[in-house]
């Protein structure tokens, strides 16, 4: 017997804050499902070249109000970067908290509008310690 990944699924309250979350990190959206009948969207978003490996946003049209919860029981999801220092200067930029900085030049997280843990780790080997990732402070839960 084989077993095969196929996604991984988190729900989402606001899917256009969600999509250009994840469009940030570089992700593509490959897919898109409009289920009328079940009123929810499916909208599945993989690394550039990698659609074996999609997240599945699911949206649901008539709300959720448990969203966005802690979201910790879920645990998180995890991308390699081939530049931390760059991708996390890039989600700054553009709003987004790093609430756990890559002081080690290996290892950062992040929060989608959903409030899902995003691990993002460097490739290769760690980058040199630099500033303003070295000193700065974690920001709420990771």
Request: hydrophobic share 35%; charged share 25%; aromatic share 10%.
């Given at each position: 017997?084989?077993?095969?990944?196929?996604?991984?699924?988190?729900?989402?309250?606001?899917?256009?804050?969600?999509?250009?979350?994840?469009?940030?990190?570089?992700l593509?959206?490959?897919?898109?499902?409009?289920?009328?009948?079940?009123?929810?969207?499916?909208v599945?978003?993989?690394?550039?070249?990698?659609?074996?490996?999609?997240?599945?946003?699911?949206?649901?049209?008539?709300?959720?109000?448990?969203?966005?919860?802690?979201?910790?029981?879920?645990?998180?999801?995890?991308?390699?970067?081939?530049?931390?220092?760059?991708?996390?200067?890039?989600?700054?930029?553009?709003g987004?908290?790093?609430?756990?900085?890559?002081?080690?030049?290996?290892?950062?997280?992040?929060?989608?509008?959903?409030?899902?843990?995003?691990?993002?780790?460097?490739?290769?080997?760690?980058?040199?310690s630099?500033?303003?990732?070295?000193?700065?402070?974690?920001?709420?839960?990771?």
């Amino acid at each position: 017997m084989t077993l095969t990944y196929l996604h991984t699924m988190v729900r989402v309250k606001d899917l256009d804050a969600s999509i250009a979350f994840y469009s940030l990190l570089g992700l593509e959206e490959t897919r898109r499902f409009d289920h009328e009948g079940g009123r929810f969207t499916l909208v599945f978003m993989a690394p550039p070249g990698q659609p074996d490996c999609p997240v599945e946003l699911t949206y649901n049209w008539d709300g959720d109000d448990g969203l966005p919860s802690d979201s910790r029981h879920f645990g998180h999801l995890a991308y390699r970067t081939t530049d931390i220092y760059a991708l996390c200067q890039k989600l700054m930029d553009n709003g987004i908290t790093i609430n756990r900085p890559p002081r080690d030049g290996h290892m950062a997280f992040v929060r989608s509008p959903d409030n899902i843990s995003i691990e993002l780790l460097q490739e290769g080997d760690d980058l040199p310690s630099a500033e303003p990732w070295a000193s700065m402070e974690n920001t709420g839960s990771w």
